[in-house]
């Protein structure tokens, strides 16, 4: 006979929302165990840590209920209410994040993107800078290059950080079409004679895929 989903201990529920293709009804289950009791055999230590799991990992705290209930809030209060010791172990980060909501960092994977960007933006100029002295009468349509493939990224990442859905999906969107330009325009100059040129626009297109791979929501909830 299976457990009662309100006797399994938080550590069950964690697992869950930490694997792909969670949904909002994972989500919302987790937050009742939130405010829930200890399961039978859980110790307070055991909550403690998953809670703290809970508000120290970016993905996990950000999780969110059809109905706007975030995880991160409702684990630091699952652990406040856990009372002396461990409520004395919130994060001070994560009380300094409380304060500014409007607001997050952005993730590792975000900054991953951004790099990303920044590199298929950067390799024309290096490509230009290295077969030709006089690559300096070239700097504005090189600048401009640049700013098209590293703006859509920007405003992914920004719209991330301060959660504005449909810039994100602007920006992702932007970045695909770049990328998948760039990986066109390869294979038409490579059946050019230009394989040097090919394979910089291979990189290009490939580094703009990786950024909008990094730059997507890590935690899409399916309905």
Same mark, same amino acid.
């Given at each position: 006979?299976?457990?009662?989903?309100?006797?399994?201990?938080?550590?069950?529920?964690?697992?869950?929302?930490?694997?792909?293709?969670?949904? +909002? /009804? @994972?989500? %919302?289950?987790?937050? =009742?165990?939130?405010?829930?009791?200890?399961?039978? *055999?859980?110790?307070?230590?055991?909550?403690?840590?998953?809670?703290?799991?809970?508000?120290? /990992?970016? %993905?996990? *705290?950000?999780?969110?209920?059809? @109905? =706007?209930?975030?995880?991160?809030?409702?684990?630091?209060?699952?652990?406040?209410?856990?009372?002396?010791?461990?409520?004395? %172990?919130?994060?001070?980060?994560?009380?300094?994040?409380?304060?500014?909501?409007?607001?997050?960092?952005?993730?590792?994977?975000?900054?991953?993107?951004?790099?990303?960007?920044?590199?298929?933006?950067?390799?024309?100029?290096?490509?230009?800078?290295?077969?030709?002295?006089?690559?300096?009468? #070239? !700097?504005?349509?090189? &600048?401009?290059?640049?700013? !098209?493939?590293?703006?859509?990224?920007?405003?992914?990442?920004? &719209?991330?950080? $301060?959660?504005?859905?449909?810039?994100? $999906?602007?920006?992702?969107?932007?970045? !695909?079409?770049?990328?998948? =330009?760039?990986?066109?325009?390869?294979?038409?100059?490579? +059946?050019?004679?230009?394989?040097?040129?090919?394979?910089?626009?291979?990189?290009?297109?490939?580094?703009?895929? *990786? #950024?909008?791979?990094?730059?997507? +929501?890590?935690? /899409?909830? %399916?309905?």
């Amino acid at each position: 006979m299976e457990p009662s989903p309100k006797t399994l201990p938080l550590r069950d529920w964690v697992e869950t929302v930490s694997s792909p293709g969670v949904v +909002h /009804d @994972d989500v %919302e289950a987790l937050l =009742g165990r939130l405010s829930g009791p200890l399961a039978e *055999g859980e110790l307070p230590r055991e909550r403690a840590d998953q809670l703290l799991r809970l508000l120290q /990992d970016e %993905e996990l *705290g950000e999780l969110t209920s059809r @109905d =706007g209930r975030q995880v991160r809030p409702a684990a630091l209060e699952a652990l406040l209410s856990l009372g002396y010791p461990y409520a004395l %172990e919130v994060p001070p980060e994560v009380l300094e994040r409380m304060r500014e909501p409007g607001a997050r960092a952005l993730s590792r994977s975000a900054r991953w993107g951004l790099g990303l960007a920044a590199f298929a933006a950067l390799l024309p100029s290096v490509l230009v800078a290295s077969s030709t002295r006089d690559w300096w009468n #070239s !700097v504005d349509e090189l &600048a401009i290059l640049g700013g !098209v493939m590293l703006l859509p990224a920007a405003l992914s990442a920004l &719209a991330e950080r $301060y959660r504005v859905g449909w810039l994100k $999906y602007l920006g992702n969107l932007g970045l !695909v079409l770049l990328s998948s =330009g760039s990986l066109l325009l390869s294979w038409v100059i490579l +059946h050019g004679g230009a394989p040097k040129e090919a394979f910089t626009s291979l990189t290009i297109g490939l580094s703009l895929l *990786g #950024s909008a791979f990094c730059l997507r +929501h890590r935690k /899409d909830l %399916e309905d």
